[in-house]
């Protein structure tokens, strides 16, 4: 299944999104029932402005399993239809899921409509009007004129992530194998026009993703960043990806905020000066020449994070998932940071998982290292989960800042 995100200026939207999701779901299970095993189905979403902060969302689901014939087509959205097909008889289905799908497109005042040829595959179009929700406008990121490298063999997968980065001032070009990027990346070096960074799919014939890092990093060591898009579940190859030296994952569909996001973390310096603060009467202690590594995936709470924490004079690094964390400290020197706060619940590696890796990196720093889960659940179980994956203790969501200062006064001594 290959998911393609094209012409999307708004990524948030109002709507009601446990009735779309039945409807993608009924759809999208009707694909797969109906399309052979090695069969192709793939899922487009596209935005046409309206009018007064509302814009038109198309969903395109097509598929080339068995299809329909035409005398079906005209009643595929009636209550208990099914085509009358031998070939399909053993197939559960109660005739119902399009007909549902039908009136909620419709209540939304949106339309659906479908296409099909026996023996060749149906393609269903659902177009939703849906208010615009507010954002932040993108921001620019500056590279300094270095180009960033797609790699993936599908070429409109790799055509919507160089849009996004050129949306984002990011000059860009892709290639389709682990091979041509090689050979990009030597040449760009013989040039003396390194990229600034390369985003990789993990799923590519030959030579995958994480195969093209090791090779890469034999060329360039660690001087620049690489990046893994996967439709798959990545903790499955965290553990490759983290000794070929990875430094970031993104899930496809691949969002445009997701880019900026990551690749933002990539433009900063690692270890910044920070301007000392007035220390707030609420800290108990100038924790000036202390370092903490914060780890949430959420930007609006990182920043919150980051801001109150530099008011007791500890100097803030992030990252934006557990896998860059554990890529972050193992990247550091021993003894660089005096405390993790990691946040539970996050794509890509959850703060379980990420604290049970970070504690079993080979370097002595990391057994005692202060690592403080963050979490909107307070219940018993979630406590009990923290502490058992090797987190010290644990601080609830929002953050309290009597009780942040009580952690930092433990632990930063």
């Not at 990093?217 to 690489?226: A, L, Q, V, Y």
Request: aromatic share 6%; charged share 25%; hydrophobic share 35%.
């Amino acid at each position: 299944m290959h998911a393609h995100i094209t012409e999307l200026q708004h990524e948030n939207v109002v709507g009601d999104s446990q009735r779309i999701k039945q409807v993608m779901m009924n759809i999208l299970s009707n694909a797969i029932k109906y399309t052979p095993e090695k069969g192709l189905i793939s899922v487009t979403i596209k935005e046409k402005d309206l009018h007064d902060g509302t814009g038109i969302y198309t969903f395109i689901f097509e598929d080339n399993g068995r299809g329909m014939k035409p005398e079906f087509l005209e009643k595929i959205f009636l209550p208990f239809e099914r085509a009358n097909d031998t070939e399909i008889s053993t197939i559960q289905g109660t005739g119902l899921g399009m007909s549902i799908s039908y009136k909620i497109v419709r209540m939304m005042g949106g339309n659906i409509k479908v296409e099909s040829e026996y023996g060749r595959g149906s393609r269903f179009t659902i177009e939703l009007p849906l208010l615009y929700h507010e954002q932040a406008p993108d921001e620019t990121i500056d590279t300094g004129g270095h180009s960033v490298l797609v790699v993936d063999n599908d070429e409109i997968s790799s055509m919507s992530v160089c849009h996004h980065l050129t949306e984002i001032g990011i000059p860009n070009n892709f290639v389709g194998s682990g091979h041509e990027a090689i050979h990009n990346i030597q040449k760009s070096r013989e040039e003396g026009k390194d990229y600034f960074a390369v985003i990789m799919d993990l799923k590519m014939p030959r030579m995958n993703g994480i195969e093209t890092t090791r090779e890469i990093r034999k060329i360039m060591g660690e001087d620049i960043p690489i990046i893994i898009l996967s439709a798959y579940d990545i903790e499955e190859y965290s553990e490759e990806a983290r000794k070929a030296k990875v430094d970031a994952c993104i899930s496809k569909p691949v969002y445009r905020s997701k880019l900026v996001r990551v690749l933002k973390s990539f433009v900063r310096t690692q270890k910044r000066e920070v301007k000392k603060p007035v220390r707030p009467k609420m800290f108990d202690a100038d924790y000036s020449g202390k370092r903490i590594l914060v780890v949430e995936d959420n930007e609006l709470n990182r920043e919150i994070a980051e801001k109150i924490l530099e008011m007791s004079g500890v100097t803030v690094e992030t990252a934006v998932d557990g896998l860059d964390a554990v890529n972050t400290v193992s990247r550091s020197e021993e003894g660089y940071y005096d405390m993790i706060l990691m946040d539970v619940q996050m794509p890509v590696m959850n703060g379980y998982d990420a604290t049970r890796k970070i504690r079993l990196l080979p370097r002595s720093d990391v057994v005692r290292m202060p690592i403080i889960a963050m979490t909107a659940n307070a219940f018993t179980e979630d406590i009990m989960n923290a502490v058992q994956s090797g987190m010290n203790t644990h601080l609830a969501k929002p953050i309290d800042i009597k009780a942040l200062s009580g952690v930092l006064s433990k632990y930063l001594h």
